[in-house]
């Protein structure tokens, strides 16, 4: 077989030991070795990688005595003074250095071969080659052989590190994402225990404020009223709060039940007459004739809420003076629309999608102003799509918005 075809054939070797996926990271260098070992006729050689900043230590070899044995980097060997040098060390009979006092003690020949393995200008371990069949010696073209085979090598080492780079990050962020789990429990745990517990006491604010209303005097009325406005409203965000975890985990269940659409709005109206009044806005109604008796089947409660959201929306960001026009009307296609229609500033082209997700604020660049919907029309999205239905906003600048939600018509 010629020195040419050896070569490639170990080329295709190494690459395909490089790539075997159940091999461990020893074997494949043992295989190596032994591909090089043929390709340059020899019966002994080693590999070693540099350990730290000190020393060399033996990986592969062909005597299986010597795996694991270091080296130190400032002694007197050959594999030191090609780490240093980043250069290759032919030796055979005719070579005279203070470096290769040991080498004969250990071998039959003389003659070896030692290259560096090299990786972004770097040496990261030696190739040693020893032990010539035939003529003591390895010919130049051997030389340069070895040295192109070393860089074959790389493919190897490189394909380990990574892969023990990946097989270490993935533990490392199993770990984390298992410590994730734990403490995102611990603080859902708690958020919602702490949400729970602040219903009671805002429950009592709300029905003492109830009864003060009827002894206060009427100089002090609107502060009274005031503080209700303020209670109600966080008994609703802590409502929204509870209930937008219940629907995360699916744990709010609807009760179902036969609703007037016309009583629905109004009672919505009627619960948020006070801020309205206060703010110096009047509502409009807009209800649209049914064929049939009108009713449907829904969780009277949750819709209720979810106008009550739109509602208070519209009353916060319309001037005063304005009429906030709430309805519904059937649609041909066996369900029911329910709408809320303002004369505020509207909502940005780019946010109307975005305006319903958790926890949104919208920034209304021109002016300045932020537009937070916090969990209020988080709670009415998937209120709706729990039943079934769809949600949205249509507005312009400067001309209102129409917040609307459609649910089926169910009929039992």
């Not at 509870?242 to 699916?250: Q, S």
Request: aromatic share 8%; hydrophobic share 40%; with cysteine.
């Amino acid at each position: 077989m010629t020195r040419d075809k050896r070569f490639l054939e170990a080329l295709v070797a190494i690459s395909n030991i490089s790539n075997h996926r159940k091999l461990e990271f020893g074997q494949k260098l043992e295989r190596i070795l032994l591909e090089v070992v043929n390709c340059m006729q020899a019966t002994r050689g080693s590999i070693m990688l540099v350990k730290g900043r000190r020393a060399l230590e033996v990986v592969a070899s062909t005597s299986p005595e010597l795996i694991g044995v270091k080296q130190r980097l400032d002694e007197k060997s050959p594999s030191s003074w090609v780490v240093k040098n980043k250069a290759s060390l032919y030796v055979d009979k005719t070579t005279e250095s203070d470096i290769l006092q040991n080498h004969s003690d250990h071998y039959e020949k003389e003659a070896f071969l030692v290259v560096p393995i090299i990786t972004n200008n770097r040496v990261i371990g030696v190739l040693n080659i020893t032990e010539k069949i035939g003529a003591d010696i390895f010919e130049q073209d051997e030389q340069k052989m070895l040295l192109s085979i070393a860089g074959q090598l790389i493919g190897a080492l490189e394909n380990q590190r990574l892969t023990e780079s990946l097989r270490k990050s993935k533990r490392t962020l199993g770990k984390k994402n298992l410590q994730l789990m734990k403490l995102e429990k611990l603080k859902t745990d708690l958020f919602n225990m702490l949400i729970h517990d602040l219903k009671g006491p805002i429950s009592e604010l709300v029905a003492n404020l109830d009864i003060l209303s009827y002894t206060v005097s009427d100089e002090n009325r609107q502060y009274v009223e005031t503080a209700q406005t303020g209670s109600d409203t966080l008994y609703t965000m802590v409502c929204n709060l509870l209930d937008v975890a219940r629907l995360e985990e699916g744990k709010l269940e609807l009760i179902y039940e036969k609703i007037d659409p016309q009583d629905l709005v109004k009672e919505a109206r009627a619960r948020l007459f006070g801020l309205c009044k206060q703010k110096e806005l009047s509502f409009g109604e807009n209800f649209s004739p049914s064929e049939t008796d009108g009713f449907f089947w829904a969780d009277r409660g949750v819709l209720l809420r979810v106008l009550q959201n739109f509602l208070s929306n519209a009353i916060y960001y319309s001037p005063p003076g304005e009429t906030i026009e709430a309805g519904f009307r059937y649609l041909k296609s066996r369900e029911i629309e329910f709408f809320v229609k303002d004369s505020g500033p509207g909502v940005p082209a780019e946010s109307r999608e975005s305006i319903f997700d958790k926890f949104a604020q919208i920034e209304k660049k021109k002016d300045g102003r932020i537009y937070t919907t916090g969990l209020g029309l988080t709670f009415c999205k998937m209120a709706v799509e729990a039943h079934r239905g769809k949600i949205g906003v249509k507005s312009e600048t400067r001309k209102g918005s129409r917040f609307w939600f459609v649910v089926p018509l169910e009929t039992k």
